[in-house]
């Protein structure tokens, strides 16, 4: 009986991580993204297998150092379907971050996907904020080797704490994560979210809020 009930909990709980994973199964061996189909899908329409080609699943560059010359000094390289179409399907991607000295990747989040980071060169802080009402900052300085892991749609931040550049590699669990940078989408939204509303939430001046806003 005790057996049949360990079967039981283990199959539930593996339903259980399947029903909640962030992209579906694959049904086939692959189904490379068709970037030119115009039909509207949750995800990207497959090509036709006979015409898939060893480049639909190659991307070349992520040993090429990104631009940080900008003004939070850190660049982003992804490697999403978007730039992979063999990715598609798959529930995953990555991307390079670059930091110029004391850069930093902005508070942000990845809707549809946890991250894990690995440090590659450099010294980098590292943190996440827990859901309301904890609002718990959980940080930790990473050196070279170390891999921290950010869960799905928690706002998260690195910083480069060296006087020299620092690398990391993101793997994703999506094959799309998206991307919402906080500072960007409050004060950068199109059209702009009404001054007085983001006065009182943030608690403070109108006209801090129209000089933030001019930023972005």
Do not use: W
């Not at 049949?4 to 694959?26: E, G, N, Q």
């Not at 998260?156 to 006087?163: T, V």
């Not at 590699?169 to 509303?197: C, E, K, M, R, Y």
């Amino acid at each position: 009986m005790m057996s049949r009930f360990l079967i039981f909990s283990l199959l539930l709980a593996t339903c259980t991580l399947f029903a909640f994973a962030s992209d579906p199964s694959p049904l086939q061996d692959f189904c490379v993204a068709d970037t030119n189909s115009q039909v509207l899908v949750n995800g990207v329409v497959c090509k036709d297998p006979k015409v898939v080609q060893a480049n639909d699943f190659l991307f070349r560059g992520l040993h090429l150092m990104g631009n940080t010359s900008n003004n939070v000094g850190s660049n982003v390289t992804a490697v999403t379907v978007a730039q992979l179409p063999g990715l598609n399907t798959f529930g995953i991607s990555m991307a390079r971050i670059d930091f110029a000295p004391m850069g930093i990747n902005p508070p942000h989040t990845h809707p549809r996907a946890s991250e894990i980071l690995t440090v590659i060169e450099g010294r980098i802080l590292v943190g996440f904020v827990t859901s309301n009402p904890e609002n718990r900052l959980i940080t930790k300085v990473l050196e070279k080797g170390d891999v921290f892991v950010f869960p799905e749609g928690l706002i998260h931040f690195q910083k480069n704490l060296g006087h020299g550049y620092a690398l990391a590699l993101a793997a994703l669990s999506s094959q799309n994560p998206g991307v919402i940078t906080i500072a960007n989408a409050v004060f950068g939204s199109n059209p702009d979210i009404p001054t007085d509303i983001l006065a009182k939430a943030f608690q403070t001046d109108i006209n801090v809020v129209n000089q933030i806003q001019s930023k972005f």
